[in-house]
Every structure is written in structure tokens, then in C-alpha cells.
């Protein structure tokens, strides 16, 4: 029902790599105009931008975790993806995915973030 739904594992060991997918339920992830972000806020800091996927495919990662992150879709399935190797517990925080309004530069639907802590 939700039109964003974040899923993943909940707890990952450092290390590991993280999956994390959103499942989208407000039109096509293919719509032209639209692009797809996942963001993070860990415990007592701000909101963090990590990576993008715009309407032609093309994937933008925030610099610092350029070597381990990585974005993708399932346009058949309607799914945003979130590929993090090497986890430390400095990612753990509340993921968020997020359709963005190219035009306006700004996020106008989020979804509820699912809480990912990295712990032995």
C-alpha cells in the first residue's frame, strides 16, 4: 500500500554486504522524469545522500562510498536495489529510498526507512 517500501536484513556483520531493495508502488520506476535515491541517516547525524538512478539508467554514488556502493533496478519487478560490500558499523543507520523530481532537484516521496545495524 505504501508507495515506497524498504526491505533488507535487518542486521549485517562487518564485513558482509548489504542488500537492500525498495519496492515501488507509486507508478513505473521507468517513468521519464523521475529519479531514484537512496538515502541514510545514522543514529545523531543528518540525512546523507548515497547514490541515484535516473530514468535512463544512469547511476550517480556519493564520492565516499563510490568503491563499495552501488545502485540498480528491476524495471520488470518495479524494484530499486542498494549494493553495499564491506560494512563497518559506521554504516549502520535507517535507509531510505526516495523518488526524486529531476526537474526540481528535490525528493517528493519517501518511504517509511528500514533500520540496518552492523554488529558481530
Known amino acids: 500500500q505504501v508507495p515506497l517500501q524498504e526491505s533488507g536484513p535487518g542486521l549485517v556483520k562487518p564485513s558482509q554486504t548489504l542488500s537492500l531493495t525498495c519496492t515501488i508502488s507509486?507508478?513505473?520506476?521507468?517513468?521519464?522524469?523521475?529519479?531514484w535515491n537512496w538515502i541514510r541517516q545514522a543514529p545523531g547525524k543528518g540525512l546523507e545522500w548515497i547514490a541515484v538512478?535516473?530514468?535512463?539508467?544512469?547511476?550517480n554514488v556519493i564520492p565516499s562510498l563510490e568503491s563499495r556502493a552501488s545502485i540498480s533496478w528491476d524495471t520488470s519487478k518495479n524494484q530499486l536495489f542498494l549494493q553495499l560490500k564491506s560494512v563497518t558499523p559506521d554504516d549502520t543507520a535507517v535507509y531510505y529510498c526516495?523518488?526524486?523530481?529531476?526537474?526540481?532537484?528535490?525528493?517528493?516521496?519517501w518511504g517509511q526507512g528500514t533500520q540496518v545495524t552492523v554488529a558481530s
Open positions: 526516495t523518488r526524486e523530481v529531476i526537474d526540481w532537484g528535490a525528493s517528493d516521496v
Open positions: 507509486v507508478g513505473s520506476i521507468a517513468t521519464s522524469g523521475y529519479g
Open positions: 538512478i535516473a530514468d535512463d539508467g544512469s547511476t
